[in-house]
C-alpha cells in the first residue's frame, strides 16, 4: 500500500470505537483491550477496580499504551491491537462452539472496510495489518 491508503489517527479512532460498539451490540466487551494510537480501550477501570463488561456508558480510555509491553506479536507498523479473553476469544478461536459464524464475518468485516485484516499473535490477541 501506498502512503495515500494508509489511515490517518482519526480514522484509526473510529476504527476502535466500531469494534468495541460491535462487542457492546453483541455482549462481548468483556476482559477486552484495544490499542491504538498510542492508548487502550478497556473494560477495567483501575482508578476504580472495577470492570464495566457491555457498559456502553463507561469508555475507559488509558493514555500511553503500547500493545507491546502486553504481548509479543505485534504488527511492525502498528495500527490497531488488541488483548481479550471470555466471549471474543471464544468466537475468534472457536466459531463453531459458538454457533455464530455470521457474527465473526461481521466482526470482520469491520477491518475489512477499513482496507485491513488481522492476524492472532497467540490465542488472545491480534494485531491489524493493511491488506
Given at each position: 500500500?501506498?502512503?495515500?491508503?494508509?489511515?490517518?489517527?482519526?480514522?484509526?479512532?473510529?476504527?476502535?470505537?466500531?469494534?468495541?460498539?460491535?462487542?457492546?451490540?453483541?455482549?462481548?466487551?468483556?476482559?477486552?483491550?484495544?490499542?491504538?494510537?498510542?492508548?487502550?480501550?478497556?473494560?477495567?477501570?483501575?482508578?476504580?477496580?472495577?470492570?464495566?463488561?457491555?457498559?456502553?456508558?463507561?469508555?475507559?480510555?488509558?493514555?500511553?499504551?503500547?500493545?507491546?509491553?502486553?504481548?509479543?506479536?505485534?504488527?511492525?507498523?502498528?495500527?490497531?491491537?488488541?488483548?481479550?479473553?471470555?466471549p471474543l476469544y471464544a468466537?475468534?478461536?472457536?466459531?463453531?462452539?459458538?454457533?455464530?459464524?455470521?457474527?465473526?464475518?461481521?466482526?470482520?468485516?469491520?477491518?475489512?472496510?477499513?482496507?485491513?485484516?488481522?492476524?492472532?499473535?497467540?490465542?488472545?490477541?491480534l494485531s491489524c495489518y493493511?491488506?
Amino acid at each position: 500500500m501506498t502512503a495515500v491508503n494508509r489511515l490517518t489517527e482519526e480514522q484509526i479512532e473510529k476504527l476502535a470505537v466500531e469494534v468495541r460498539q460491535f462487542l457492546i451490540d453483541h455482549e462481548m466487551w468483556q476482559d477486552v483491550a484495544i490499542y491504538f494510537n498510542g492508548k487502550c480501550f478497556t473494560t477495567y477501570d483501575k482508578e476504580a477496580g472495577k470492570y464495566y463488561y457491555n457498559d456502553p456508558d463507561h469508555l475507559i480510555v488509558v493514555e500511553n499504551k503500547d500493545p507491546n509491553d502486553y504481548f509479543d506479536y505485534v504488527a511492525e507498523e502498528h495500527v490497531l491491537s488488541m488483548g481479550f479473553e471470555g466471549p471474543l476469544y471464544a468466537l475468534i478461536n472457536y466459531p463453531q462452539g459458538t454457533g455464530d459464524y455470521r457474527k465473526l464475518y461481521k466482526f470482520n468485516q469491520i477491518f475489512k472496510n477499513y482496507g485491513l485484516y488481522y492476524e492472532l499473535g497467540d490465542a488472545w490477541n491480534l494485531s491489524c495489518y493493511y491488506v
